[in-house]
């Protein structure tokens, strides 16, 4: 039974920093995408960051200012946002799935989830 609970999520100045982690169990990491989704309200859910094995993506909007990696140690994925901008502001998830790579950004595909953690950013 695969359970994600995130956390990190504040309220910071724009060009401020923040780690959002996103602690896992109940899944073979080698096996599943793990994604962090954007969401604010009235629009879908945006796929920021995935890690599926050792690749990484992450989506143009936040190409040099966000990080996504894991720590296995720690059972953890991290996503770090550095230089945060007002419209980073929103609700942020993680997901995880058994999925091929090509399908791990589409937010339609995860039927487990985080319970969301908030950042706000002035």
């Known amino acids: 039974h695969v359970q994600l609970v995130e956390s990190g999520g504040d309220s910071v100045r724009a060009g401020g920093s923040l780690r959002l982690s996103c602690t896992t169990s109940?899944?073979?990491?080698?096996?599943?995408?793990v994604t962090w989704f954007h969401q604010t309200p009235g629009k879908e859910r945006e796929a920021i960051a995935s890690i599926y094995l050792h690749n990484t993506y992450v989506a143009d909007s936040v190409e040099g200012r966000f990080t996504i990696s894991q720590d296995h140690t720690k059972n953890t994925i991290y996503l770090q946002m550095n230089s945060l901008k007002p419209e980073d502001t929103g609700l942020y998830y993680c997901a995880a799935a058994r999925l091929p790579v090509r399908s791990c950004q589409n937010w339609e595909r995860y039927k487990t989830w985080g319970q969301g953690t908030q950042v706000t950013v002035s």
């Open positions: 109940g899944y073979t990491y080698s096996t599943y995408c």
